[in-house]
């Protein structure tokens, strides 16, 4: 799912020079990131049925040396988004910011938990008998590596959890000063590193991962419980957002369908960009059509873009049982709940690149379930496959928190904007 946190940020436009690189270098820059995640899960089933293992073993070492690196900036991913994230929560429209804040992570951890429990009910049934005894890291696997470098961290993933909440929560007690512009500019250094690194080399590591699965057999098992836990999350977020307006159009007074169907512009246009971001004009739109103050949906819809990933979560959670099931790993309740708690939290903070809450996510997967760099891989894959989806629901909720904090906030009914010009669908 791709937030306003998740949405690549635009470069600056220049004119056209004899230095520029020709026309066919700019369309493989601008390709996104899910056309070559989708190219490099096809490529590397197709490839691993042919493929000497001599060059297998190339993508199996490029594969140890990434995911060393990525455990490695796991912890510094999560104190420099998370910490700059709750200090500036804390500050800003005070009463206002809270409770809507208040209203979009309760929104959040609330699809975490419908979309867990469907989950423990429903896909043992469904892929229980697909299991793959484990799913074993490409550097583990009987493809192994030339060679291999290990990076420790500096601290432990739930050591930087704590440090940021502890440190976020400390710099909203005190004026703005020289530490919070330091973990701003931390920030700043992980987002790069994340867009310069991370995200270019992502499609590589799993074309290596699902290479080594195909030549392993691993594979069909795989796809077969993607495809099955897909079409759950489809209907899951259909259920969600029915529920988001159901209570919405209880607390304005209107006819909850009639919301929904307005706010059909900004689902539309999610789809067609998969960034919340580029969707902010339109969902803004919409929300004032459904009778919302102007001035109640310009801070919530941009805020929420932000901090309401309730598609997100659900994704995030439905896969992670279905990785945990075909894993044959014991699925603890008490754990997957809190998993869905801190996960709630942590999106908050996924940076501004296009999948940058699996990112953000990833220290919890591993920390709190105890996820190999193998299944965090899949999640990643998993996720943006269906990215558009996920932030199609994430805004389209935000106008059902924007109507509830109409109501919060007025203490009366909004009005419908029945005269308000229809918002155009831009990206579709």
């Not at 499609?203 to 594979?219: E, H």
């Amino acid at each position: 799912m791709s937030t306003a946190a998740e949405s690549a940020r635009p470069g600056t436009a220049t004119g056209r020079t004899d230095d520029d690189p020709p026309a066919p270098s700019r369309a493989r820059r601008r390709l996104g990131l899910l056309p070559r995640i989708v190219a490099a899960i096809v490529l590397g089933v197709l490839l691993g049925l042919v493929m000497p293992e001599a060059i297998a073993r190339v993508f199996t070492t490029f594969n140890g040396l990434f995911s060393a690196f990525l455990e490695f900036l796991i912890p510094l991913i999560i104190v420099g988004l998370v910490t700059p994230a709750i200090a500036e929560l804390g500050r800003g429209a005070g009463r206002m910011l809270a409770a809507t804040a208040g209203i979009a992570y309760l929104s959040t951890l609330l699809c975490g938990i419908f979309a867990l429990a469907v989950s423990l009910l429903v896909l043992p049934r469904l892929i229980g008998g697909a299991e793959v005894a484990t799913l074993e890291n490409p550097e583990d696997s009987a493809i192994a590596p030339y060679f291999s470098l290990e990076i420790p961290p500096a601290f432990e993933v739930m050591t930087a959890l704590i440090l940021a909440f502890c440190l976020g929560i400390g710099l909203t007690l005190v004026p703005r000063g020289a530490l919070q512009e330091s973990f701003e500019q931390l920030r700043t250094i992980v987002v790069r590193t994340i867009e310069a690194i991370i995200i270019p080399l992502l499609p590589l590591f799993i074309f290596g991962m699902f290479l080594g699965l195909t030549m392993n057999g691993q594979i069909w098992t795989v796809i077969g419980t993607f495809l099955t836990v897909v079409l759950l999350v489809l209907a899951m977020t259909v259920v969600v957002l029915l529920a988001q307006f159901s209570l919405a159009g209880w607390a304005s007074g209107r006819n909850p369908l009639r919301m929904l169907w307005t706010m059909a512009p900004a689902y539309a246009t999610a789809l067609g960009t998969s960034s919340s971001a580029a969707t902010i004009p339109v969902t803004i739109e919409c929300t004032k059509r459904n009778g919302v103050p102007a001035a109640i949906a310009d801070f919530v819809v941009p805020l929420c873009a932000t901090i309401h990933l309730a598609g997100s979560t659900l994704k995030i959670t439905t896969f992670a049982v279905a990785i945990m099931i075909v894993t044959g790993t014991p699925l603890d309740v008490g754990a997957l709940i809190g998993f869905v708690a801190m996960l709630g939290v942590v999106m908050i903070a996924a940076p501004g690149v296009p999948g940058g809450a699996i990112m953000a996510a990833a220290g919890v997967l591993s920390s709190v379930l105890g996820f190999s760099e193998a299944a965090v891989g899949l999640m990643i894959a998993a996720y943006i496959a269906i990215d558009s989806f996920g932030t199609a629901t994430n805004v389209t909720g935000d106008g059902a928190i924007a109507a509830l904090m109409s109501r919060l906030r007025t203490g009366r009914l909004p009005q419908a904007a029945e005269g308000a010009p229809r918002p155009e669908m831009h990206g579709v």
